[in-house]
Each structure stands twice: as structure tokens, then as C-alpha cells.
């Protein structure tokens, strides 16, 4: 008799086969059990246990005339550090704006081994407003909310590719199933009317047409660190700025900086961060060749910031309604709605890339780090609360304190608790 497939087994049975399978000891199995939460159990395949990552709060942020405490979630000790200093050192009677001009989703249906790409694009065209009401009758809540299927859009790919790209509205959602359906309800009714070869249905995650926009303006004389004046400071982040334009290497770990503040706010609201990971970057590269999504110039004694990244986020639907958390979050963060959030999200990344390029062209960014990362270390070998002061005390002294080392700090600080 075959074993039953995986996903069949009880929870106790797909752990204990899981245990048997890769040597757990008694421990892991204890870990395991204990970041067991039944209500996550039904939300995917196989469940075995809850992953939890370690939320807080970045603060000095005045987004769009108000001053937030926006939730981040991440397990990077300097991110919330950075994303707090990165909103004190834009702090102005305006802070950060952000505008959007649009919010629409893309869904794309991909027609292949197209005989006359010219005619196919002509018929679609002419049908424009057909297929919008077939979209739209695919899922016609969406209307009474508000949205619905805007626009078509037709490129023709060499050699003979169709793409019939369709622009959807979709209100407060997360939208990304809507889209499919809305997609493939036009392709199904395609289908009806022509003989073409479709190969697939689907959202683009290439949110162009959900651009936000975060700008900051604020005097150079903000930015002095104790060794350098504020005019230095500012040319040498414009300069860092310019570099991410031109050199690849950096525009990645430029934007991978903006993306530790986007990552952790798009987390923390229940949002799919890989969705918006893989459009930032498909921006980034836009020109042609991979950028900084961000700009940062000096002009009339001040430092202009900009930041542009496509953000289909969602304020409803999907994960912010199964995760208790989100609606928390919406509320501390203050936001009411999807642009709201996209906005709060994208000031962020541009609070977050300020300190970063701060640090780095004035100390250094390992001297802000250590105390964090030291911390992290000691927490690392079982350090307690109680315990973390003494242990990253006694690691102060050593510049890059190791495993070994931090296990000793944390021996020392537990013998000597024990002879109080
Ligand atoms: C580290 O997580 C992020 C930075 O590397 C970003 C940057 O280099 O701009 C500090």
C-alpha cells in the first residue's frame, strides 16, 4: 500500500514522520510545538509550526502632515534604528509627501504563435469596451466598491507574441485574485470569438501603474555629524546618490537598504512583499540598466530626497484579514486606506535609504551596527532580558565579538548574578 501523501497526515503524524526523517531531537520538537498556533494551521499546505519574526515601531516620522509610529517587522537589528533616525533627519514643518496619481492593477493575458499579431491587435482594440464589461461582470462587487476594469492596453512581442493587458481597479484590495479572474473570464470569452492560441492568464506584479512618489526637503545644516558640517554631509549623499545611478553593484545594496524599511512596513501589514520586491526591482531596471530607485541632489542650502517605486498594496482582503495583527498595525500606523499605506510605506524607504547613506559616507555604517548587532548576539545564546545589558557590556570592548565569545560574556554575567 502506497503512504498516505503528506498532507493527509494528522499534525502529530506529519511531525512525527518529520521528526523521524531528519533526526529531531527531543528539543527541536519542543520548539516546534511551541510556536504551534492552531489558527495558523488551516492558512497553508503542511502546516507545522509559526515562524514569528520580532515587530516594533519606527518613530520621528512625519508623513504627509502627520506624525506616525509606523510597525515594521523584521528580523535586521538596524532597521528600525535607521528608519527612526532616517525621520528625525527629515524632520521639517512638511516632513515627507507622498503623492500617487494612479492605483491600478495589471492583469496580462499572453497570446502565443500569433498568426497576424496586427489583426489580433486591431480586433481587440475595436472591443475594448466588450471586453471591460465581460471583465467587469466577472466580478461584479468590485463595481459596487467603487472599481471595475478601466482600460486595455495591446504590445506585440517579436516574433509573435500578443500581450492583451488589462487595467483594473480594485479598490481597497489586495486585488491579485480579482485580477485573475477578471483576466480569465476576458480570455475565456476570447476564446469565444477568436481562434487564437492563449497561453496564460494572469497579474503582472510590474505595478506600473501604482507609482508612489515620497519626496523631503530639508536644510543641509540637519545632517552634520559630530566631525563633519552639514553641507559636506549633504554633497557626499547626493554624491552616493549619483553612484547608484551609474554602478549596478551599488544600486542593488542602495535599494536593498530602501527595501529593509519597504520589506518590514509591507510585512507588518499583511501585504505580499515578494510581490513588491520583484516589481521594485523590474523598475529599478527600467532604463535599461539596473538604479537606484531613489535621488537625492543639493540645492539652495537644503537636501531634496526622492523616492518612486511601484506599490500595489492593499488595505482589505487576503492576509490583512487572517493575520490579528494587521488591523492593529493599520490603526497605529494611522491609515485608513490602500493609498494611504503606500504612501506611509514609500516614506519609509526613503527615511530608511537617508540614514543609511548618512552613515555611510560620514563613520561608516558599522559603528551604528555594533551595539545592535552585539545585542543580537547575545540574545543569540540564550541571553534573557534581564541578562542583555551585563552581556553587551562586558562584549563592548571587542570588535567583532564571536559565537564563542558571547557564550562566555553570558557564563561570566550568570556566575556573577549568582554570587549576589
Ligand atoms: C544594510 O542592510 C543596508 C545598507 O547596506 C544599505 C546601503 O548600503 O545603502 C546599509
Not at 505595478?207 to 549633504?234: E, F
Not at 530607485?293 to 498594496?313: C, I, N
Not at 555594533?370 to 571587542?398: C, F, H
Request: charged content about 15%.
Amino acid at each position: 500500500m502506497r503512504p498516505q501523501p503528506f498532507y493527509r497526515l494528522s499534525y502529530e503524524n506529519r511531525r512525527q514522520r518529520l521528526a523521524t526523517r531528519s533526526h529531531l531531537t527531543r528539543a527541536q520538537l519542543a520548539t516546534i510545538a511551541a510556536h504551534r498556533a492552531t489558527a495558523d494551521e488551516d492558512l497553508i499546505e503542511n502546516y507545522l509550526t509559526t515562524y514569528g519574526l520580532p515587530e516594533g515601531v519606527a518613530v520621528n516620522l512625519r508623513v504627509d502632515g502627520h506624525d506616525l509610529a509606523v510597525p515594521m517587522v523584521t528580523e535586521e537589528p538596524s532597521v528600525i534604528a535607521a528608519a527612526s533616525n532616517g525621520g528625525r533627519l527629515l524632520t521639517s514643518p512638511q516632513g515627507i509627501t507622498t503623492t500617487i496619481t494612479q492605483r491600478e492593477l495589471m492583469g496580462q493575458i499572453v497570446f502565443h504563435h500569433v498568426a497576424d499579431p496586427d489583426a489580433l491587435a486591431q480586433w481587440l482594440l475595436a472591443n475594448q469596451q466588450r471586453l471591460l464589461k465581460v471583465a467587469d461582470a466577472a466580478h461584479p462587487s468590485l463595481l459596487t466598491h467603487g472599481g471595475g476594469a478601466r482600460s486595455i492596453r495591446v504590445r506585440q512581442l517579436p516574433p509573435d507574441w500578443v500581450s492583451l493587458d488589462l487595467f483594473i481597479d480594485v479598490g481597497e484590495a489586495m486585488g491579485a485574485n480579482l485580477v485573475n479572474t477578471l483576466t480569465e473570464a476576458v480570455a475565456a470569452d476570447i476564446k469565444l470569438h477568436r481562434d487564437e492560441d492563449i497561453l496564460m492568464s494572469i497579474l503582472s506584479n510590474y505595478a506600473t501603474h501604482s507609482l508612489v512618489t515620497a519626496r523631503c526637503q530639508v536644510p543641509v545644516d540637519q545632517l552634520k555629524t559630530k566631525a563633519i558640517d552639514g553641507a559636506t554631509v549633504a554633497q557626499r549623499i547626493a554624491a552616493a546618490s549619483d553612484f547608484a545611478q551609474v554602478d549596478p553593484y551599488r544600486a542593488v545594496t542602495h535599494n536593498k537598504g530602501i527595501m529593509n524599511g519597504i520589506d518590514a512596513v509591507v510585512l507588518a501589514m499583511g501585504n505580499d512583499w515578494r510581490a513588491v520586491e520583484s516589481g521594485v526591482h523590474a523598475y529599478a531596471s527600467r532604463n535599461g540598466h539596473y538604479q537606484g530607485v531613489s535621488r537625492w541632489w543639493v540645492a539652495d542650502g537644503q537636501l531634496h530626497g526622492e523616492l518612486t517605486v511601484p506599490l500595489a498594496l492593499g488595505f482589505v482582503g487576503g492576509a490583512t484579514r487572517v493575520l490579528p495583527l494587521v488591523k492593529v498595525n493599520q490603526q497605529l500606523a494611522q491609515v485608513t486606506n490602500a493609498r494611504q499605506l503606500m504612501g506611509v510605506t514609500a516614506a519609509v524607504g526613503l527615511a530608511q535609504n537617508v540614514a543609511a547613506l548618512r552613515a555611510l559616507v560620514t563613520d561608516g555604517i558599522q559603528r551604528g551596527h555594533m551595539s545592535l548587532q552585539r545585542k543580537s548576539l547575545a540574545l543569540s545564546v540564550g541571553a534573557t532580558p534581564a541578562e542583555l545589558p551585563a552581556v553587551v557590556q562586558r562584549l563592548a570592548a571587542i570588535t567583532q565579538p564571536t559565537m564563542a565569545q558571547a557564550t562566555a560574556a553570558l557564563q561570566a554575567v550568570r556566575q556573577a548574578n549568582l554570587k549576589k
